[in-house]
């Protein structure tokens, strides 16, 4: 079964490669969708994909890369809206 998730991640979260990672782990975990920065220092992710490859990825989400440091994620479970082919950084 596949889910779809809108997930926000607070804390020091842009300017530490969050995006690039992010997408390197949803590729390796076959994850569609995207990652963005957000003007309030925010990170906006969207992921479509199975439903354990998507718990290990907001699991991966909540710590980030080395040099973030996360305060918290918001996550969303919505429907299927955009068709992705792959993961993006927007």
Same mark, same amino acid.
């Given at each position: 079964?596949?889910?779809?998730?809108?997930?926000?991640?607070?804390?020091?979260?842009?300017?530490?490669?969050?995006?690039?990672? $992010?997408?390197? %782990?949803? $590729?390796?975990?076959?994850?569609?969708?995207?990652?963005?920065?957000?003007?309030?220092?925010?990170? =906006?992710?969207?992921?479509?994909?199975?439903?354990?490859?998507? %718990?290990?990825?907001?699991?991966?989400?909540? %710590?980030?890369? %080395?040099?973030?440091?996360?305060? =918290?994620?918001?996550? $969303?479970?919505?429907?299927?809206?955009?068709?992705?082919?792959?993961?993006?950084?927007?």
């Amino acid at each position: 079964m596949n889910s779809y998730r809108h997930i926000v991640v607070k804390g020091r979260v842009q300017g530490v490669g969050f995006r690039f990672h $992010t997408q390197k %782990q949803a $590729t390796k975990l076959n994850i569609e969708g995207y990652v963005r920065n957000l003007a309030n220092g925010d990170v =906006e992710i969207l992921a479509y994909g199975d439903e354990d490859a998507v %718990q290990q990825f907001m699991g991966w989400c909540r %710590q980030g890369p %080395q040099w973030a440091d996360v305060a =918290e994620i918001i996550v $969303t479970e919505q429907d299927r809206g955009e068709v992705f082919a792959g993961f993006e950084i927007r």
